[in-house]
């Protein structure tokens, strides 16, 4: 990506006023056009995002939060039997220790039970019954099919619940119970300032008369991008009486399930870790793209069929340029798969490009601070399970305001102070995903 240079404007020093003068001799009244260019680009989406649909202030700057896995557990129901199952009989009892815990099997519920792939015949399933449970890892199975003697399920056997059997007159079953989870976030506290001297509020220029309200714009954007990149790229910690909120990418990088293959074991379910993929920009395809998305919307993850997809410039380009050499995005795998790509004006000011896969659905926005290391970073976010925390209580909203006039008594000079403390909320980190496309620059 082409470096960015803002027209060689001075930077301000900090505490300085002389440096924000910006040569205002050459803007004085004289004979010249008094139209200002300015540039505004989209520069915080996520938390436009974010201050519009998922706010949920908090009242207390340590917020937690809740979190309901049932979904997995009730969609999947599977685990992994680490005992011999060799000779399998109809009829017979044996006891089956599991490879983990799995504290919600109880006596009464049909399993099904995979042979290993490979023998004669290839894969198999025998059913069983869990007849009872003698502790989290280990239950009495009675089998009620038989395979063959060539399908014996073996060591390392997979199993999946799939239903439960009584006995006609037969009582109530036992009962097991799935705890909530919980978590944690901070609130971070985010401060700009905004100084001028009176003489240079009291002084009219060309362009903007009022140099005091161009100076206030400016802050009030460098203030609102500090806040997203903090959202974007900030890790939980508090030290030294500071506390720091934690960053969809952030969090993503510092506790995600790495991947870097296609095969089967990225269904693999991991309770409280996003999705992290970093692939090869060259081997980007749709297939590739495809199986990924398999594995983010799997139902199991509880997450929703929509994704907000934050993506660099250079990512975005990429997709629009893969497939056939024709259009990734476009005619070419259109006319191919069962696949949808439409462009539209977001409802927050935003360009959306909404891609419709069969799995699920990713709208694609620019996020212009992935730039430099972040270049090629593409994030997709669940919104359903994101929330951000201004601090709210006591009559008190902590959310972004103004002080005016913090200066010393004595000094001839304006200077106000934008204060936010609020934090993100990311609950069910499996539902989010961050993908890294090596070489897109």
């Avoid at 609130?187 to 100084?195: G, H, M, V, Y």
């Avoid at 920009?281 to 929509?306: C, H, M, W």
């Amino acid at each position: 990506m082409a470096n960015y240079n803002s027209g060689q404007v001075k930077q301000a020093t900090p505490g300085s006023q002389t440096a924000l003068s910006l040569s205002q001799a050459s803007r004085r009244l004289y004979d010249f056009s008094d139209r200002i260019a300015e540039l505004n680009p989209e520069e915080s989406p996520f938390f436009v995002y974010l201050s519009k649909v998922a706010k949920v202030p908090t009242s207390d700057s340590q917020f937690r939060f809740l979190e309901d896995r049932t979904k997995m557990s009730y969609t999947d129901r599977s685990f992994v039997i680490s005992t011999d199952l060799a000779a399998v009989s109809l009829g017979s009892t044996v006891t089956a220790t599991l490879s983990a815990a799995q504290p919600w099997l109880v006596k009464g519920m049909v399993i099904s039970v995979q042979s290993d792939a490979g023998e004669s015949g290839g894969p198999n399933h025998a059913n069983a019954r869990i007849e009872a449970v003698n502790s989290s890892t280990s239950i009495d199975i009675k089998w009620i099919s038989n395979p063959g003697s060539d399908a014996d399920p073996g060591a390392s056997a997979k199993a999946q619940v799939i239903g439960t059997a009584f006995a006609e007159g037969s009582g109530s079953p036992d009962v097991f119970s799935q705890e909530l989870d919980h978590d944690f976030g901070y609130t971070q506290i985010f401060k700009t300032s905004c100084e001028m001297s009176n003489t240079a509020r009291a002084t009219v220029y060309r362009g903007h008369a009022d140099e005091w309200s161009r100076i206030w714009n400016l802050k009030l954007r460098e203030h609102k991008v500090d806040i997203e990149r903090a959202m974007l790229f900030g890790q939980r910690a508090s030290q030294g009486g500071i506390q720091y909120t934690e960053g969809i990418v952030g969090h993503i990088m510092a506790n995600g399930q790495a991947q870097t293959s296609q095969d089967s074991t990225q269904l693999a379910y991991n309770e409280g870790q996003a999705y992290l993929k970093t692939v090869a920009a060259s081997n980007l395809t749709y297939d590739v793209l495809l199986k990924d998305l398999e594995v983010i919307f799997d139902p199991a993850r509880g997450g929703s069929q929509t994704k907000l997809a934050l993506a660099s410039l250079p990512v975005i380009s990429l997709f629009n340029k893969l497939g056939d050499g024709v259009g990734f995005l476009g005619d070419t795998l259109s006319s191919k798969m069962p696949y949808q790509f439409q462009k539209s004006d977001g409802v927050f000011g935003h360009k959306i490009q909404k891609v419709e896969t069969i799995h699920g659905d990713i709208s694609m926005v620019r996020e212009p601070l992935f730039r430099g290391l972040s270049g090629e970073f593409m994030a997709l976010v669940d919104l359903d399970h994101v929330s951000y925390r201004p601090l709210v209580g006591n009559g008190i909203n902590r959310d972004t305001y103004i002080e005016t006039n913090v200066q010393a008594a004595d000094e001839d000079l304006r200077k106000d102070m934008i204060l936010t403390e609020a934090g993100l909320e990311i609950s069910l980190p499996e539902t989010h995903a961050l993908f890294n496309f090596e070489e897109a620059l």
